[in-house]
């Protein structure tokens, strides 16, 4: 049973450009959730998604980041413009449900800004 | 909001010796998770604790909620270099987001 995968692992934008990021959970997970750990930060949560519904937000800078989780295919965290502040580890995680549900995470994409 | 705070932030320890992680919440704990990091890698899921006074063991790493449900401890027994990484605590959040602690960097000298 594949884990979750997170494409790219690497990442390297110049100011402006966009960075999209990729996650597929876990075989039979239906939600997804990301975050950021930022240089020397802590993991600090970003969106929860479930199959093509955004369910909570709440740690989304409110402009230029975006994400989805379409019917089909892996969920997307979109980056526009990006500055280089954005430079960070971006992790997804699944779980097969919600209420406590064990959240199992990726491997990360690592995002370099220029 | 809740808030985690571990100890010792880092820890430098003999290989063989035994070692504690603490992890300390503003509020009642409900569903508390252990991670571990290697540096560039993900986060490897260890442990998850929800009754006050639970214990939870695997391999050489046993992990306790407190009765109170506001802190918990994560113990390694005769420590081994695989044991080398970043301990993160997280705790569930509102049922569906986990808020995590800094972090313990975890050194193990052979």
């Given at each position: 049973?594949?884990?979750?995968?997170?494409n790219?692992?690497?990442?390297v934008?110049?100011?402006?450009?966009?960075a999209?990021?990729?996650?597929?959970?876990?075989?039979?997970?239906?939600?997804?959730?990301w975050?950021?750990q930022?240089?020397?930060?802590?993991?600090?949560?970003?969106?929860?998604?479930?199959?093509?519904?955004?369910?909570?937000?709440?740690?989304?800078?409110?402009e230029?980041?975006?994400?989805?989780?379409?019917k089909?295919?892996?969920?997307?965290?979109r980056?526009?413009?990006?500055?280089?502040?954005?430079s960070?580890?971006y992790?997804c995680?699944?779980?097969?449900?919600?209420?406590?549900?064990?959240?199992?995470?990726?491997?990360g994409?690592?995002?370099?800004?220029l | 909001?809740?808030?985690?705070?571990?100890?010792?932030q880092?820890?430098?320890?003999?290989?063989?010796?035994?070692?504690?992680?603490?992890?300390t919440?503003?509020?009642?704990?409900?569903?508390?998770?252990?991670y571990k990091?290697?540096?560039?890698?993900?986060?490897?899921?260890?442990?998850?604790?929800q009754?006050?006074?639970?214990?939870?063991?695997?391999e050489?790493?046993?992990?306790?909620?407190?009765?109170?449900?506001?802190?918990?401890?994560?113990?390694?027994?005769a420590?081994?270099?695989?044991?080398?990484?970043?301990?993160?605590?997280?705790?569930?959040?509102?049922?569906?987001k986990?808020?995590f602690?800094q972090?313990?960097?975890?050194?193990?000298?052979?």
């Amino acid at each position: 049973n594949a884990g979750v995968m997170q494409n790219p692992r690497h990442l390297v934008r110049r100011r402006g450009q966009e960075a999209r990021l990729r996650c597929s959970p876990m075989k039979g997970h239906s939600h997804v959730y990301w975050y950021r750990q930022l240089p020397e930060e802590g993991l600090k949560f970003m969106v929860y998604l479930q199959k093509e519904n955004i369910i909570d937000e709440s740690g989304m800078p409110k402009e230029r980041f975006s994400a989805e989780f379409p019917k089909e295919g892996p969920s997307i965290l979109r980056i526009q413009q990006v500055v280089r502040g954005d430079s960070a580890a971006y992790f997804c995680a699944s779980s097969h449900s919600t209420g406590h549900e064990t959240q199992y995470f990726g491997p990360g994409t690592r995002l370099l800004v220029l | 909001s809740q808030e985690l705070e571990q100890s010792p932030q880092s820890l430098i320890v003999q290989e063989g010796k035994n070692l504690t992680i603490n992890c300390t919440s503003s509020k009642t704990l409900y569903g508390l998770y252990w991670y571990k990091q290697k540096y560039g890698e993900g986060l490897i899921f260890l442990m998850m604790l929800q009754k006050g006074g639970e214990e939870k063991s695997h391999e050489k790493i046993t992990a306790k909620l407190d009765e109170k449900k506001q802190q918990s401890s994560l113990h390694i027994t005769a420590s081994q270099p695989s044991h080398a990484g970043i301990y993160l605590c997280g705790a569930s959040q509102g049922a569906q987001k986990l808020v995590f602690g800094q972090g313990t960097r975890l050194t193990i000298n052979p």
